[in-house]
């Protein structure tokens, strides 16, 4: 019988690891500014995560090829950005990021939509998916102030980094809107507007997934 389930308890175990790495690396992006061997752990940290995903929760060996890829242009553009910080070094962070983030996504799309029953290990995936669309959000708003220095604005007159936007990413998607960060130019309002409108159209799509799931076995 342990047998038997085992394999549902290695998703939920594999589930509950990635969203727990995605939340610690959340919270300890702070550790990429400080000296080192700080933002080396942190890169590796944030490199090696949605590769131990992909390889967990798919089947694909184009993807996790594709990932581990990834994965390693994203420690190189983060070590690079730490020890000589530039123009340069900060477009290659975030324009790996992003295809990092895409990548997870289609892996917890995949995942998340395709199971045929409402288990912990697919709630799991749901919600590192809703964290992984926010934190993506946050590396294409990076871009643009990039792009257009000045696109957003704090209301304390401090900078916008990226530990701001990885918070104003939050509050657009769950719609809380405080306010204190602001979008100004053209390309930050669109992308904070279709951000607040796929966040909501997400949690509506899942919830309906996982209603009609848990009806179809009634």
Not at 159 to 182: A, C, E, K, N
């Amino acid at each position: 019988m342990a047998a038997r389930f085992s394999p549902a308890r290695n998703r939920v175990r594999a589930n509950g690891l990635l969203l727990g790495a995605i939340v610690i690396h959340n919270l300890t992006y702070p550790l990429s500014g400080a000296g080192m061997p700080w933002p080396a752990l942190f890169y590796a940290f944030y490199a090696s995560i949605f590769v131990f995903g992909t390889w967990a929760l798919s089947g694909s060996g184009g993807l996790r090829a594709g990932m581990a890829g990834i994965g390693l242009a994203v420690l190189a553009a983060g070590l690079a950005n730490s020890c000589d910080p530039g123009p340069a070094a900060a477009l290659a962070v975030y324009l790996s990021s992003i295809l990092y983030h895409l990548g997870m996504v289609v892996v917890l799309v995949r995942y998340t939509f395709s199971g045929r029953q409402v288990m912990t290990d697919v709630l799991l995936a749901a919600t590192s998916l809703y964290l992984v669309i926010g934190s993506g959000f946050a590396a294409l708003l990076g871009l643009i102030e990039w792009a257009v220095p000045g696109s957003f604005v704090a209301g304390s007159g401090v900078p916008v980094g990226w530990q701001q936007l990885l918070y104003f990413s939050y509050v657009t998607m769950t719609t809380v809107g405080y306010g204190d960060i602001t979008p100004v130019g053209f390309y930050a309002q669109s992308v904070a507007a279709f951000e607040a409108i796929g966040g909501t159209l997400y949690s509506v799509l899942l919830l309906s997934r996982l209603v009609g799931l848990h009806a179809s076995r009634e």
